[in-house]
């Protein structure tokens, strides 16, 4: 017989956004109940996220602190014409270690996995097999959406972490080898060195389209490895995605496309660098957002995340016209030009540029001097947004 679940806060999603305001409540407000439904068994998916020291500030790193698996000091990046490394602290937080500690903060009756949403209110969720979940207030982290309202790009990519049986040299992330066959948009191979015999790798594409053929980029990940000099003994795991790269679009009817009057968070909320398509620095933000609020109810909830992601949205304007540059005004195969010329850039410009948190002066010396693209093109993508 259906059942009747009652809690403060009930989140739909149990993805990385899901589960960091999960996280956050529990830990700014024990006493408040928090309900996580995701439909499938674990937390998280199969996902790595990475991100570089700055992009969380201070005050939150209470928050990403305990998910993180892995960190380097600096990187690598390497073009046709260009390599690099630069002095930036980088981590990775792996899915499974999400999970753990998400079930562990809370326990088996604040997690509801297994459980499909078929129906979402301000303050109710009705599941897929009868039980109603009634909240205070309902948060939506359900993935990317109804993207209709949005002009995008995408950023794809195919992963997969391998296990050598010889030992690697690579002692820095790279996070962009831009040095290999341009194929489907600008393309570049992303390596983090887990352990001297361990290694992620992922084919990543800038690409107009969010398709991904699977064997294709399996056998250049692999032809990858071969070049390098790496004996793979097995691969451990691989992960498929597309991240949205926000040129243009309508923000309220993205916000509205999901249900109007629901409060939503992460991918959904348009919460990510719109030239990135990184959600994990707005994901930590926003879940140390809800964590201070004090009025759970479905309205201030509302009210306070689609505040809070239309002012972001209005802020981010220079990040999705660099995006419609890169896509409308630079041939597909000619995109790593742009990328190979903002990377000669200073290092504390670049810094701010994935943290979101670019000057005017950064945005002045980034569109100064002789652009990588034809400069009618560069104009037409920027007012035909």
């Known amino acids: 017989m259906p059942s009747t679940i009652s809690c403060d806060v009930a989140i739909v999603g149990g993805g990385l956004a899901g589960g960091l305001i999960a996280l956050a409540i529990r830990k700014k407000k024990p006493d408040c109940s928090v309900r996580l439904i995701e439909g499938s068994a674990r937390i998280g998916g199969n996902h790595l996220w990475s991100f570089f020291a700055d992009d969380v500030a201070p005050e939150h790193r209470w928050l990403s602190a305990p998910l993180i698996g892995h960190g380097w000091n600096g990187y690598d990046v390497a073009f046709p014409g260009h390599f690099r490394t630069l002095p930036s602290r980088y981590y990775s937080v ?38 109603l979940v009634e909240a205070e207030g309902v948060i939506d982290c359900r993935g990317v959406g109804d993207t209709s309202a949005l002009q995008l790009g995408w950023q794809k990519f195919h992963g997969a972490e391998l296990v050598l049986s010889n030992l690697h040299d690579v002692t820095r992330p790279v996070i962009m080898d831009a040095t290999v066959p341009q194929i489907d948009g600008y393309r570049f191979v992303y390596c983090l060195p887990f352990s001297p015999t361990r290694m992620f790798v992922e084919d990543t594409y800038y690409s107009d389209t969010p398709s991904i053929d699977v064997l294709a980029t399996g056998d250049r990940i692999e032809a990858y490895a071969d070049a390098a ?13 597309s991240l949205p790269v926000a040129m243009g679009g309508d923000h309220a009817a993205y916000w509205a496309a999901g249900g109007r009057g629901i409060a939503k968070a992460g991918m959904k909320a348009g919460l990510f660098h719109p030239m990135t398509g990184y959600s994990f620095p707005d994901a930590v933000r926003t879940a140390a957002t809800i964590a201070d609020a004090y009025d759970y109810s479905g309205e201030a909830l509302h009210q306070m995340l689609y505040g809070y992601s239309r002012a972001l949205w209005r802020k981010r304007g220079f990040y999705r016209m660099l995006a419609a540059m890169l896509f409308k005004a630079a041939e597909p195969e000619e995109r790593y030009r742009v990328l190979e010329r903002f990377y000669r850039l200073d290092a504390g410009l670049i810094q701010r ?33």
């Open 94 to 131: 792996e899915s499974e270690h999400f999970d753990r500690v998400v079930r562990e903060a809370l326990g088996p009756k604040g997690l509801l996995l297994g459980r499909e949403a078929a129906d979402i209110t301000p303050t109710a969720v009705a599941l897929a097999d009868g039980d």
């Open 229 to 241: 000099g790496w004996q793979v003994e097995r691969v451990l795991r691989e992960e498929v995605g």
């Open 353 to 385: 540029f994935y943290a979101a948190q670019s000057t005017w002066g950064d945005r002045v010396r980034v569109l100064s001097g002789k652009p990588p693209v034809p400069i009618g093109r560069a104009l037409s993508a920027i007012w035909n947004r």
